[in-house]
């Protein structure tokens, strides 16, 4: 095959599979060859090879595409997730471990015929929100490697992110695969305690861990969502949930309170979030704010109460014994759960307390989801190497409470294509009701807008603007294009104007810009009638945008009004 995305989705994989014009041997040539253009970023700890996929690649030559639903579909897998035959590691080399059977969900995935590609690097014993604290290296952001990639799946975001996985495992105790998603522009799904089996998982907080996906788009994490789940007698943390089905909640809650932004970025994630909170109001869906103190108390619980006795409980004694081969910070941070005050009385008042927090959770959740930032801000690398403590704690303001509370949740980018700083946002329901946020992220994302710029009829106050606001288009700014444009009045009934692009010789032309939800583009695009069509056009600050413009031949006939350097309407 001579051309790969730069993302794999399942949806392109299958339709190139289909129409043969690529096999799983040309795919997983393509994801070696990636893996080691990429090596410097430190993503992963077993990295993908030929040898480690031949053997499931052969195993679906006599399988039919139609019955298994990843048939060929290559997943990347967390170093505390087990795979058979390959050592899990945890980020610890002396702890490592060879499996003789893959973890549940991960058998699960390859029954469907799915293909590993290999082990990804993550924060030491999945401990942390910042994917630097590994000692096989910081794991570059796939976006800005001078950022922080998001942890403790780092690695696992960052394969799928640049194209070495059409999804990825990762594991989700206090944010963590929710963080590396909003980072690296993903889709991060984190389903009900229990939904997935966790069997074959190295415990973090066994009580409240759960395995997540990481996927480039809604519909490739629901397709791997109902492979994934259901009950296992082994697990012993298993539940038996109804499959999701996407539905509207009846209210969408944001907090009141307690929403604040931190990290060099500060000022562009708080813009980011009132963009956010404006299209969410635009959905629809009544919105209701709410006293978010439960919530922020409930996280306070996480690491500041005793459930970190609990990572204590399963790696104590091996940190004990191999303290030289325990990263520092996260030293530090397993230690403290052997703390005196850690008692059983402790214990039973924060459980108590969480209690408290879950019946008044409840209330507020039913029939509803919370929306919050994913993450208030990022850093760079090495402002969280100066300071690791404190800017790991930042990066879950939003994250902790999550499965101490019992909710499942999805955090999902506000700019699908946003390759600068990207932004996510996630979507909180009770935990039987995955359905509710499926449904609001489907909504959001169909909302999502993309700028539009128009030079004729469509412009505020002509005639044709209505077009644009029955589909729920917002009047952004009038501007002017680079000088790039020439403007024609064309020969039509009615007279509209014609933009074509001539590079040196044109002038700035004014338009007017929209934002347009882009699943609402398709039925704008059925009124532009040739000779017009919609291409990109260049904005006198350089920013590229859809827009009109006009097929050459039709200037011929036309009057030239380039200097006049707009469209007038006349009566």
């Known amino acids: 095959m001579n051309y790969f995305p730069l993302k794999l989705t399942i949806t392109w994989i299958k339709e190139s599979y289909k129409n043969e014009e690529l096999t799983p041997l040309a795919l997983a040539e393509e994801i070696v060859k990636r893996a080691e253009a990429n090596k410097e970023k ?27 639903p990843l048939w060929g579909i290559p997943f990347a897998i ?43 690097n993550l924060d030491q014993f999945a401990t942390g929100l910042v994917g630097t604290r590994s000692p096989y290296g910081e794991v570059h952001n796939a976006l800005n490697p001078e950022l922080i990639s998001g942890g403790s799946s780092s690695g696992s975001a960052v394969a799928v992110a640049l194209g070495m996985a059409a999804f990825s495992l990762g594991t989700d105790t206090a944010g963590s695969g929710r963080v590396p998603a909003a980072l690296n522009g993903l ?33 490739d994490a629901e397709l791997v969502n109902g492979v994934a789940r259901g009950f296992d007698e082994a697990c012993a943390w298993s539940r038996v949930y109804d499959m999701p089905f996407k539905q509207l909640p009846k209210k969408i809650c944001l907090a009141k309170n307690g929403v604040s932004f931190y990290g060099p970025f500060k000022a562009v994630y708080e813009k980011k979030w009132e963009e956010a909170v404006s299209r969410i109001k635009d959905l629809g869906i009544t919105v209701e704010y709410i006293d978010y103190t439960i919530f922020q108390k409930a996280a306070s619980i996480l690491y500041d109460g005793p459930w970190v006795a609990e990572r204590w409980k399963d790696l104590g004694e091996f940190v004990d014994s191999h303290l030289e081969a325990i990263f520092p910070v996260t030293k530090t941070i397993l230690k403290s759960g052997s703390k005196p005050e850690h008692t059983a009385e402790s214990l039973f008042s924060a459980i108590h ?63 699908m294509k946003e390759t600068n700083l990207p932004f996510g946002i996630t979507i909180f329901g009770l935990a039987d009701s995955e359905g509710l946020i499926l449904g609001a992220a489907k909504t959001f994302l169909e909302a999502e807008p993309m700028k539009v710029a128009v030079c004729g009829l469509h412009k505020k106050g002509y005639p044709l603007e209505s077009q644009l606001v029955e589909l729920g288009a917002h009047y952004l700014e009038s501007t002017q294009t680079a000088a790039f444009y020439k403007l024609y009045s064309l020969d039509t009934r009615p007279i509209k104007p014609g933009m074509c692009h001539v590079g040196e010789g044109g002038k700035a032309i004014e338009v007017d810009l929209y934002d347009i939800p882009i699943a609402k583009f398709g039925d704008f695009m059925q009124n532009v009638s040739e000779p017009l069509t919609m291409g990109t056009v260049t904005l006198k600050d350089n920013e590229k945008v859809v827009g009109f413009l006009c097929e050459n031949y039709a200037t011929k006939a036309a009057k030239d009004i380039t200097e006049e350097g707009k469209f007038t309407l006349t009566k």
């Open 42 to 68: 430190n993503i992963w700890i077993v990295p993908p090879s030929l040898a480690m996929m031949k053997g499931y690649i052969e195993a679906l030559e006599d399988k039919k595409q139609s019955d298994y």
């Open 353 to 415: 307390e969480l209690q408290d927090y879950r019946m008044k959770t409840k209330r507020l959740l039913k029939d509803a989801v919370l929306i919050m930032p994913t993450a208030g801000g990022t850093f760079t690398r090495e402002e969280v190497r100066n300071n690791p403590i404190k800017t790991n704690s930042q990066m879950g303001l939003y994250t902790n409470h999550c499965n101490l509370l019992d909710l499942c949740a999805i955090s999902i980018p506000t700019k």
């Open 187 to 219: 889709v991060g799904y984190k389903p009900s305690l229990g939904a997935w089996s966790t069997k074959g998982v190295v415990p973090a907080c066994a009580s409240l861990d759960c395995i997540n996906v990481f996927a480039n788009s809604l519909e």
């Open 78 to 120: 967390k170093d505390n997730i087990d795979l058979a035959g390959v050592q899990t590691t945890a980020a610890c080399e002396p702890y490592g471990y060879l499996p003789k059977e893959s973890a549940t969900v991960v058998q699960k995935l390859i029954d469907a015929g799915a293909i590993p590609v290999g082990k990804t």
